[in-house]
């Protein structure tokens, strides 16, 4: 990052104070970050600012920080030879806005990096079963997790003696990052964490050593009878791009199941560029930045002829609110699952003189039916739980897939 002067913010697509935690449990840690920090005025590389979205809102914003205040807080404890990021972070706690947060430079640079998608980790996916317990559901190819013999299907029981019982699995992500909070950086490479497995009855325990781990963000299965599943883990530089090749790419007339489950949230630009493959244009979603309204819009071109059903459940977050709320309310797709976890607040940056960067809420965004997401998500067409694949499937061939 350079300089050190405090430049003025620009919305930023990812806001982190929790959410970090959040995209992490989608192994990966999806936020907004360029090589510098913009300045007011400047545009995103698709025309127009990015809103932030990432973090989860079920509590309302209580006051909104000052980006002005926080800065100014900074400085002075600068001057005075003491930490300036502690002495935004005051004012921010202050504030009662719980996804508004301060970051050192090291938290940053973890937060940038995942744009890349890259992220500091074990490589594994987890969901909770219906009886409670922590299921390893992906083990990612020639990471540490699977080099240690972690499979899917293991049982996770504790992550360094802590018992997962009970905990989100978000937070059991964030143990395994080394970041049991969600509000920090994750342990360094190369850290041992201890897993607490059980596999067929039998308990056993394995030493994983972390890594800096790349994911690829978009995978594709093919179903039967010609339709594809294409799961979002997150929406990391790329991610559109490799949507749209999925959805050309499959036969003609075929059915998309658009997975985004777990999905922590990530660029804006990419949730947009991935609604573009379903829609010919049009609005995707609206967003304000104190008071002035914005609007985000797909491409021309899409292919509004493919049967589209959504996945979704209560870790699919902020960007991919968005756009299933965009889906959704252009009548472009049925959403199946649960109520989404409603993250719809939006984030600037603010660099401070240390190099610390605060993240300060100043808006929210709506579905293009004006429908709020903060705080509230978004409401399947179809209820379903465990077996929501499988009814996902049947929608898909009620809608012409068939499969």
């Known amino acids: 990052m350079s300089g050190s002067a405090v430049p003025r913010p620009r919305p930023r697509v990812l ?134 013999g972690v499979r899917p299907g293991d049982i996770l029981r504790s992550v360094d003696g802590v018992s997962v019982a009970g905990l989100p699995v978000t937070q059991v992500m964030g143990l395994l990052r080394g970041d049991p909070s969600g509000a920090g950086p994750a342990a360094r490479p190369g850290t041992a964490v201890v897993l607490g497995l059980e596999r067929g009855g039998h308990r056993t325990s394995r030493v994983v050593r972390r890594a800096r781990l790349a994911v690829a963000s978009v995978s594709v299965t ?3 009878g010609g339709a594809r599943r294409i799961a979002v883990d997150a929406f990391t530089k790329g991610t559109g791009a490799r949507v749209l090749r999925a959805v050309r790419d499959a036969p003609p007339g075929a059915g998309i199941m658009l997975d985004l489950r777990g999905n ?59 756009l ?3 889906l959704q309310d252009r009548g472009r797709a049925v959403v199946v699952g649960s109520r989404t976890f409603g993250k719809g607040s939006v984030q600037m940056p603010t660099k401070l003189p240390d190099g610390s960067v605060a993240e300060l809420t100043v808006g929210h965004y709506r579905t293009p039916a004006g429908h709020a997401v903060d705080g509230r998500g978004i409401t399947p067409d179809l209820a379903a739980g465990d077996d929501a694949q499988a009814r996902a ?8 897939d068939g499969a």
């Not at 050192?104 to 973890?110: A, G, S, W």
């Not at 499937?393 to 012409?400: P, R, W």
């Open 15 to 148: 806001g982190r104070g929790a959410a970090l935690t959040l995209a992490f449990a989608a192994v990966l840690a999806t936020a907004a970050a360029t090589d510098s920090l913009p300045r007011a005025g400047d545009t995103h590389r698709h025309g127009s600012p990015q809103p932030a979205a990432g973090a989860p809102a079920s509590a309302r914003v209580a006051t909104t920080p000052d980006a002005r205040v926080v800065a100014d807080a900074a400085a002075r404890a600068v001057a005075r030879g003491q930490s300036g990021t502690d002495a935004a972070q005051q004012v921010v706690s202050r504030s009662g806005d719980r996804w508004s947060a301060v970051y050192d430079r090291y938290e940053y640079e973890e937060f940038e990096q995942s744009l890349d998608g890259t992220y500091t980790g074990v490589g594994v996916g987890a969901r909770r079963t219906a009886d409670g317990l922590v299921q390893i559901t992906r083990v990612q190819p020639g990471a540490p997790a699977g080099r240690a």
């Open 264 to 322: 922590g949230g990530g660029l804006v630009a990419e949730a947009v560029t991935t609604a573009s493959a379903f829609l010919d244009g049009g609005l995707v979603g609206t967003y304000d930045i104190k008071g002035r309204q914005h609007a985000l819009y797909a491409a021309r071109g899409g292919n509004t002829r493919r049967p589209v059903v959504v996945l979704v459940d209560g870790g699919t977050m902020s960007a991919a609110e968005l």
């Open 324 to 326: 299933t709320g965009a």
């Open 222 to 224: 093919a179903l039967a």
């Open 393 to 400: 499937k049947t929608v898909l061939t009620g809608l012409g």
